[in-house]
């Protein structure tokens, strides 16, 4: 029996491994003792409810196969190796392992309980804050910003963001912009936008300490912690010095094939934000990434040549402000874009945040 090994259990890498069980010996390699539902991560960020619920187990998900906990040091040839492990053989790779961003929204530690004890240590220093900076207006910024003003009403929150409106990246419509900055304003959220900061506060990432920073117009910016809402950054380090070094480009993601196929090697796949597809990096997009990838080895395991190819879709976004406001791009089955505002995007993710969706993918109750 073929042995495919998956290499990071995210959205992407659970889809695939889950897809391809019943057909081959699976091997999936990940670094965290539990799955980290991210999406749900700003949520968690305010909410000791919350907290609990992005984590959860992988024991259910694979039938046949294994999830082998450790991380992937290197991946060469069809070799993985595995630090503590002997190196795995594999007849088809998938590399799944995702992207980091800072704290909140990811966790750079691979223990669960160590996780979840800075997320506590938020809660207290997020009880004790009256006033929060958040650098970059991208989804990440204004998510955070209405979890913040729900779960702390009174909070005083800047958004600094240093292109001219929020959500910069191109694709978004100037009609979602609006949306989201009258709700911003409502919910008294100040945003400062064509602002760069001269220099960073002196406290880590979600630390309590005041403190002022300028912007390079001069503008002053109090506050008592702080959150980097930018810097996002593809997970491959494992192939540096190997033969797929020269497929990354300078951000670290991986040159693929409509296919999915890493450029080059006909059974090593790329899905997920590590894959250079030009898209906004989404966990549904690793999803449909991950599909496209059973397709094709289900027809190598046939002795065929893989023939699914993966489209990105127009630019869609759901942007929750907190469980009862926020506002999203839509795309229908015409292609057609239209903007939904916080009845629609509360139904389909503020209010319980995708967690059913997933668990039922990791076969748990
Ligand atoms: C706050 C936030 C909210 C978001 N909300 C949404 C949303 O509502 N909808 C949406 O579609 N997308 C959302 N996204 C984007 C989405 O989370 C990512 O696009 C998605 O996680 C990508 O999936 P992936 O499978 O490529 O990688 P990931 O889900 O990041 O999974 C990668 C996995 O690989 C593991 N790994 C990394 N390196 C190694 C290694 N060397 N060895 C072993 N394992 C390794 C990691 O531990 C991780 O589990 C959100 C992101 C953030 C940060």
Redesign the pocket.
């Known amino acids: 029996m073929a042995r495919i090994v998956v ?7 659970v889809t695939v491994a889950k897809g391809l069980d019943p057909l081959a010996d699976v091997v999936l ?4 003792d539990q ?2 539902h ?2 749900a ?2 949520r968690a960020a305010v909410d000791e409810v919350w907290e609990h619920a992005i984590f959860m187990p992988y024991s259910n998900l694979l039938d046949r196969g294994t999830v082998l906990q ?4 290197r991946v060469s040839g069809t070799t993985v190796e595995v630090f503590g492990h002997d190196p795995i053989e594999a007849d088809y790779i998938i590399l ?4 980091t ?1 800072p704290f909140p ?2 966790y750079s530690s ?1 223990r669960a309980t160590v996780a979840k004890a800075r997320i506590e240590q938020l809660h207290q220093d997020l009880a004790s804050a009256q006033s929060v900076m958040l650098v970059g207006g991208g ?2 910024g204004i ?1 955070m910003a209405g979890e913040l003003s729900n779960a702390f009403p009174g909070i005083q929150i800047t958004i600094v963001e240093k292109g001219p409106d929020v959500l910069s990246t191109p694709g978004y419509s100037d009609a979602l912009r609006a949306e989201l900055r009258r709700q911003l304003d409502d919910l008294g959220v100040r945003v400062v936008t064509g602002a760069e900061l001269s220099y960073l506060p002196p406290h880590n990432v979600g630390e309590l300490g005041h403190f002022t920073v300028a912007t390079k117009a001069g503008e002053h910016i109090e506050a008592d912690i702080w959150f980097q809402c930018h810097g996002s950054r593809a ?1 491959t380090g ?1 192939l540096d010095g190997t033969e797929y070094q020269e497929l990354l480009h300078p951000d670290g993601t991986v040159r693929v094939e409509p296919t999915l196929q890493v450029q080059g090697h006909p059974t090593v796949y790329a ?4 894959t250079d597809v030009r898209e906004s ?6 999803r449909q990434q991950a599909r496209v990838v059973i397709s094709n080895i289900s027809r190598q395991l046939e002795g065929e040549a893989p023939d699914t190819t993966y489209q990105p879709t127009k630019e869609w976004v ?1 942007l929750p402000l907190g469980p009862t406001l926020g506002a999203s791009q839509l795309v229908d089955a015409e292609g057609q874009t239209r903007i939904v505002g916080p009845e629609q995007t509360a139904e389909i ?1 503020g209010t319980d945040l ?1 967690v059913s969706v997933i668990r039922s993918q990791l076969n748990l109750p």
């Open positions: 290499v990071g259990g995210g959205y992407g890498g390699v990940e670094q965290k799955f980290v991210h999406a991560a700003l450790g991380t992937a040091a799944a392992t995702g992207s961003y929204a990811k691979s989804t990440v998510e997970n494992y899905i997920g934000d590590i990096k989404r966990a549904d997009a690793a759901v993710k995708m």
